[in-house]
């Protein structure tokens, strides 16, 4: 089916310009999708006379429609409200659903007489009493009921205590009530306007305000010691002590801003990724990091704003603001802005950072899981792909550094490191042909044109990324010799920069700074340094061997082109002692053979 069979040419003059919302249903009656709209007719519309303009998921879903219905209400606002409860009850398949793996548990005081403090993660537990959360993160939600049995008397049995119960005798106090973890009402010990009052902190401590429960042990203390009841007024202190103590480990943004949700929000071509904050008297209570796979050309405006919708009833917040970080034009019951300075910024960045952190996290995954990575080799080369954002797995690395010391015997490296492994059979040593003196940029540039002009003449295979030991200089001389043999573009290629170990990119003047625990940053260390390594072992040869040249050319008649065809033949002037005569006068001839003989026995 390519072509729209759904006659829109005589409904969609019948459609009414006022807000609403709509449902498309296909050929066998079901609701395929179900819409927002501030003016119903000109975005039903919209789908139709603008078909060609969709992308390929939207023109599928119009196709497909085979019969539509609307409702109008009166604001915007309800119409939000209208589509979040049809989708989560029809579940179109292509509308974005908000399905979550993990199961968030959920902190339950219960509705019964003693009322106890449970986990659930079943939000059909709403008939048992009242929910609070979701908590996305269960060790902050464990550290709260810590606290509130640090501080309550608060019941864990599972005992009926109804009056009837409780009178009839039915039960006996248990081992908890003797530790002083209970007061025993299920022997009419405490009363129950005494255990609601503790039960009535735990509710204002739930919703993220701390003050009434600490107003309630401050009065306590105060109480007990005007009646000189000092050891309890004690008791009530400390128990003051460990709520103010927790507080303090709380996230306090600023006691001034109250009640906030922060709402943040990036995207890529499949999915878009979202923080939630929510802030309850400067104090940040809740957090939640989520993705949403796209299922038509949805925008950040309109994903976000049904995610508002979502997180706010979720979490039942009822906060007058909303900061997020792209403006919205649309009545939310609450006053929407993008901060720009200030603790709301602050807040808002804060967000940003989550979701940023949770998409890069996600992509690196799913990058790792793409190329088959098994082992922890395979693992640092897609790291490293990602922080350096390059287009195939950098399997193949050649690393390049100059060694020279006071500009003498000039040397350049280059080491090959196959799947994150040094490949020394590949390894190449170059001495500047070109350069005259200690000129690293120009030693540079002819080494680097030098090997892959020959891998080009080969047509052997080119590296995936090539590393450079030197700061924007020695990059921008590397770069220059790609040019030159038109290879610049084809191949990645950074610098290394010793100092601070920045990353440098071509044509960029700004460093990228890794992680310095990165596995992808060691790799890029080890490279470098197994080049400087190969390179100082190697100029530190040429010296040695230009030192002994330098030497037998000492010898009278001896001059440096013999001294080298020696050298070469016999590698150490102790070698040479003990050649046999006869060798040497083959090699060099009977009167060089005897003056170089005379000059090491003079010199022994």
Same mark, same amino acid.
């Given at each position: 089916?390519?072509?729209?069979?759904?006659?829109?040419?005589?409904?969609?003059?019948?459609?009414?310009?006022?807000?609403?919302?709509?449902?498309?249903?296909?050929?066998?009656?079901?609701?395929?999708? !179900?819409?927002? %709209?501030?003016?119903?007719?000109?975005?039903? /519309?919209?789908?139709?006379?603008?078909?060609?303009?969709?992308?390929?998921?939207?023109?599928? *879903?119009?196709?497909?429609?085979?019969?539509?219905?609307?409702?109008?209400?009166?604001?915007?606002? =309800?119409?939000?409200?209208?589509?979040?409860?049809?989708?989560?009850?029809?579940?179109?398949?292509?509308?974005?659903?908000?399905?979550?793996?993990?199961?968030?548990?959920?902190?339950?005081?219960?509705?019964?007489?003693? &009322?106890?403090?449970?986990?659930?993660?079943?939000?059909?537990?709403?008939?048992?009493?009242?929910?609070?959360? +979701?908590?996305?993160?269960?060790?902050?939600?464990?550290?709260?009921?810590?606290?509130? /049995?640090?501080?309550?008397?608060?019941?864990?049995?599972?005992?009926?205590?109804?009056?009837?119960?409780?009178?009839?005798?039915?039960?006996?106090?248990?081992?908890?009530?003797?530790?002083?973890?209970?007061?025993? &009402?299920?022997?009419?010990?405490?009363?129950?306007?005494?255990?609601?009052?503790?039960?009535?902190? !735990?509710?204002?401590?739930?919703?993220?305000?701390?003050?009434?429960?600490?107003?309630?042990?401050?009065?306590?203390?105060?109480?007990?010691?005007?009646?000189? #009841?000092?050891?309890?007024?004690?008791?009530?202190?400390?128990?003051?002590?460990?709520?103010?103590?927790?507080?303090?480990?709380?996230?306090?943004?600023? +006691?001034?801003?109250?009640?906030?949700?922060?709402?943040?929000?990036?995207?890529?071509?499949?999915?878009?990724?979202?923080?939630?904050?929510?802030?309850?008297?400067?104090?940040?209570?809740? @957090?939640?990091?989520?993705?949403?796979?796209?299922?038509?050309?949805?925008?950040?405006?309109?994903?976000?704003?049904?995610?508002?919708? #979502?997180?706010?009833?979720?979490?039942?917040?009822?906060?007058?603001?909303? !900061?997020?970080?792209?403006?919205?034009?649309? =009545?939310?019951?609450?006053?929407?802005?993008?901060?720009?300075?200030?603790?709301?910024?602050?807040?808002?960045?804060?967000?940003?950072?989550?979701?940023?952190?949770?998409?890069?996290?996600?992509?690196?995954?799913?990058?790792?899981?793409?190329?088959?990575?098994?082992?922890?080799?395979?693992?640092?080369?897609?790291?490293?792909?990602?922080?350096?954002?390059?287009?195939? *797995? +950098?399997?193949?690395?050649?690393?390049?550094?100059? @060694?020279?010391?006071?500009?003498?015997?000039?040397?350049?490296?280059?080491?090959?490191?196959?799947?994150?492994?040094? /490949?020394?059979?590949?390894?190449?040593?170059?001495? +500047?042909?070109?350069?005259?003196? &200690?000129?690293?940029?120009?030693?540079?540039?002819?080494?680097?044109?030098?090997?892959? @002009?020959?891998?080009?003449?080969?047509?052997?295979?080119?590296?995936?990324?090539?590393?450079?030991?030197?700061?924007?200089?020695? *990059? /921008?001389?590397?770069? =220059?010799?790609?040019?030159?043999?038109?290879?610049?573009?084809?191949?990645?290629?950074?610098?290394?920069?010793?100092?601070?170990?920045?990353?440098?990119? &071509?044509?960029?003047?700004?460093?990228?700074?890794?992680?310095?625990?990165?596995?992808? *940053?060691?790799?890029?260390?080890?490279?470098?340094?197994? %080049?400087?390594?190969?390179?100082?072992?190697?100029?530190? =040869?040429?010296?040695?061997?230009?030192?002994?040249?330098?030497?037998?050319?000492?010898?009278?008649?001896?001059?440096?082109?013999? %001294?080298?065809? !020696?050298?070469?033949?016999?590698?150490?002037?102790?070698?040479?002692?003990?050649?046999? #005569? #006869?060798?040497?006068?083959?090699?060099?001839?009977?009167?060089?053979?005897?003056?170089?003989?005379?000059?090491?026995?003079?010199?022994?």
């Amino acid at each position: 089916m390519s072509e729209i069979t759904f006659d829109y040419k005589s409904v969609l003059p019948q459609l009414p310009e006022e807000p609403g919302v709509y449902r498309y249903f296909d050929e066998t009656g079901e609701i395929i999708y !179900v819409g927002k %709209a501030k003016n119903l007719k000109n975005r039903v /519309s919209s789908y139709f006379y603008n078909f060609n303009r969709h992308d390929r998921k939207t023109r599928r *879903l119009v196709i497909n429609i085979r019969r539509l219905e609307f409702t109008i209400v009166p604001t915007e606002y =309800d119409a939000l409200l209208l589509e979040n409860t049809l989708i989560k009850k029809h579940q179109p398949r292509f509308n974005i659903l908000l399905r979550d793996d993990k199961m968030y548990p959920y902190v339950c005081v219960t509705n019964e007489r003693f &009322p106890r403090v449970i986990t659930t993660r079943r939000m059909e537990d709403k008939s048992k009493g009242k929910l609070y959360g +979701p908590f996305v993160n269960s060790r902050a939600m464990y550290a709260l009921l810590e606290m509130f /049995s640090q501080l309550y008397t608060i019941r864990t049995c599972i005992l009926n205590l109804s009056e009837e119960n409780v009178a009839a005798k039915k039960f006996k106090i248990c081992i908890e009530y003797h530790i002083g973890n209970c007061k025993g &009402p299920c022997e009419n010990r405490q009363s129950e306007e005494e255990y609601n009052k503790e039960i009535e902190q !735990v509710h204002h401590i739930l919703k993220g305000n701390i003050a009434p429960a600490k107003q309630f042990f401050a009065q306590k203390m105060q109480d007990s010691a005007a009646k000189l #009841e000092f050891e309890e007024a004690h008791q009530y202190k400390l128990k003051l002590d460990f709520l103010q103590n927790y507080q303090s480990k709380a996230t306090v943004v600023n +006691p001034a801003i109250k009640d906030l949700d922060v709402f943040s929000i990036v995207s890529d071509e499949n999915s878009a990724y979202l923080n939630f904050i929510k802030v309850i008297n400067g104090t940040i209570t809740q @957090s939640q990091t989520l993705e949403v796979k796209k299922k038509l050309d949805e925008t950040e405006e309109e994903i976000l704003t049904m995610l508002i919708v #979502e997180l706010r009833q979720t979490y039942e917040s009822k906060a007058k603001e909303i !900061v997020t970080n792209i403006p919205l034009e649309i =009545d939310m019951k609450a006053e929407i802005a993008v901060p720009q300075i200030g603790d709301k910024r602050k807040l808002m960045e804060m967000s940003l950072k989550n979701v940023m952190y949770f998409q890069r996290e996600k992509a690196e995954r799913e990058a790792i899981a793409a190329s088959g990575a098994t082992n922890k080799r395979d693992r640092v080369l897609v790291k490293l792909k990602q922080d350096l954002q390059l287009k195939s *797995l +950098p399997r193949h690395i050649e690393c390049f550094d100059n @060694s020279n010391i006071q500009g003498t015997n000039p040397v350049s490296a280059m080491v090959c490191f196959i799947n994150g492994q040094p /490949s020394v059979r590949d390894y190449r040593h170059y001495i +500047p042909k070109t350069v005259e003196g &200690p000129n690293d940029f120009a030693t540079m540039k002819e080494v680097v044109g030098r090997r892959y @002009s020959r891998l080009m003449e080969e047509k052997a295979e080119l590296p995936d990324l090539i590393i450079i030991d030197g700061g924007k200089g020695q *990059l /921008s001389a590397a770069c =220059d010799a790609l040019k030159e043999i038109g290879l610049y573009g084809q191949i990645p290629i950074i610098g290394i920069a010793k100092r601070l170990e920045e990353i440098y990119f &071509p044509e960029d003047t700004l460093p990228l700074y890794i992680d310095k625990k990165s596995e992808s *940053l060691k790799l890029i260390q080890r490279c470098r340094d197994e %080049a400087h390594r190969f390179g100082i072992t190697h100029h530190r =040869d040429r010296r040695s061997k230009n030192f002994l040249i330098s030497s037998l050319e000492s010898a009278d008649g001896i001059g440096k082109l013999t %001294a080298t065809k !020696v050298l070469k033949q016999y590698k150490t002037i102790s070698n040479i002692k003990n050649a046999p #005569e #006869e060798d040497l006068i083959k090699l060099i001839g009977k009167d060089k053979t005897h003056r170089i003989k005379e000059f090491l026995e003079k010199e022994s």
